[in-house]
């Protein structure tokens, strides 16, 4: 409401000047100039008045801006008579203002999207029913119904077997994304498909798309350090300004040069260009998938040297995927897949639950186990199908089967070993890694291209395993074995080379993440403490979002100072021609607010970026 109103008020300002202007204007050409120079002056002052409380809050907070040279330059313009300038000054100041309104509109209109969508409510099961309930009162473990074209309340994990969201709104995907039983799901997905069951896992205040609005909201608020630093050139354009309207008075005696002068000058809109174009960047990147936290971290961004990676999580995908079955007995691969599998449903181990759903992806049907045990950190026991089966480390399955372990081949540095006995003899291996994500190679390849000079690694991993895993992408160092206050040094350190972009997705990561200039965290499955010390928060599992995301905050930053170079130099430009009596009043007027408008749709090109955007990854073999 309160943006409603001060719309309004900015129109009204706009029609008085125009209804003015161009009262005055048919009164002149009827004869009666007297009365038309009484209608502009009385046309000028709402504007004049609004622009002088304007300036008084400013100055109230600290801020001097170029407003004060309109305000300069209506009222020396009235002063000495020159009327119609004062009024094409008025017209022009307040369509700019109105102008900036618009502008911001159009380059929030999908953040407010974003916030437009949250969803109040929910279905949930209750004693066979169905129950509205707020979104409140959904707790974790609860059963919800998603109707088609409802909006994901919660994350949460699909219950039915197939669902069909259409996560555009959150990562910019055009095409919906299938999801199997059991498949994470994000909350401000849209379901694109039939009516399907969610068992929430998070509460809706904890959730992806809370927090998400959350950062929006943050974002809208914020104010950039290039809009701060224009705000101090001000002071120096005012001097420039009051220098030249002075010496073209003082030289030649003729107040109305100074008027000119002045009436050039005036920048209505041209500070407006700074902001609306990197506004325009957070909006744009934000339908790439990449949230940027404000216009401070998008113009940090665009400068980054350095980037420093976590490993596990975000340069691999941080959860074991079976790399190959190595059958020791009778029993082919997708029967040992699927008796463990079978077992391990009733285990909540991470290394369980990717067994369970390699075995699904193949289309393994699974059992119920019966009998079940659970060794924590060793292994499982149980019945599956009148088949007595054992799961576990290599060591803990081959002391219950009478067979010494550690005979398997040697695995690389980082693998899980998990084997498999059926009837007590060892049925085979289950080898799983945590892999390198699809398309890290050609990522930061990307990123080189885009002057990124340094690349390090930086993970709480094992040497050995963290070279394994990153053999062949080229970095400029690795760091293993890192405390969450190592990486924090780590991050200091590297500022000598220029600014430093930390990537994680732990609660490790957050010192970090909040010690860099830009900190990235993956948002999709990454802790709640590391998108709340970050900067930027990829809204998608995907790390070659970066690309993008650092595209458009350079191309926005481009695209800012070239509107302020190009408006500010055309202005001195103008001054000057205006000093030597080249340009009247009037006309500096309308030449000024030309290069305003001109400088303020420069700006709005933020919107139409188009960054090189990767190809999405094809799905793994195993659905892990």
Partial sequence: MHHTGKDRFKTAILLITVVALFTGLGLSVAGKGDIAKIVWHIGVLPALAALLVEILRSIGRGEVGLDIVAALSMTAALVFGETLAAAVVAVMYSGGTFLESFAEGRARREMHGLLSRVPRTATRHRNGGLDEVPLDEIAPGDRLLIRQGDVVPVDGTTASDTAFLDTSALTGESLPRRLARGAEAMSGSTNAGEAFDLTATRRAAESTYAGIVRLVEAAQRSKAPMSRLADRWSLGFLAVTV???????WFTGDPIRAVAVLVVATPCPLILAVPVALVAGLSRAAHFGVLIKGAGPLETMARIRTLILDKTGTLTDGRPQIVSIDSAGSLGEDEILRLAAALDQASKHPVAQAIVAAAKARGLTLPVPSEVAEIPGEGVLGSVAGRAVIVGGD????????RPSGDHPAMAAGSVLVAVAVDGHMAGHLVMSDPLREGAGAMLA????????????????????????????GLDGLRAGLTPDQKVLLVLTERKNGPVMMVGDGVNDAPALAAADVGVAMGARGAAASAEASDVVLLVDRIDR???????????????????????????LGMIAAAFGYITPVQGALLQEVID???ILNALRALRIAPHEPAAPAPLATGA
């Fill in 243 to 249: 220098a030249i309207a002075f010496a073209a008075w």
């Fill in 597 to 599: 408008v001109a400088v």
């Fill in 395 to 402: 060591g803990f399955v081959a002391s219950r089967v009478g």
């Fill in 546 to 572: 970066l690309g993008p995301g650092i595209e458009i905050a350079r191309a926005s930053r481009r695209i800012a100072v070239e509107s302020v170079v190009a408006g500010i130099g055309l202005s001195v």
């Fill in 446 to 473: 990307g990123l080189r291209n885009k002057g990124i000079g340094r690349i390090l690694l930086a993970t709480g991993d094992r040497t050995e395993v963290a070279e394994r895993v990153t053999e062949g992408l």
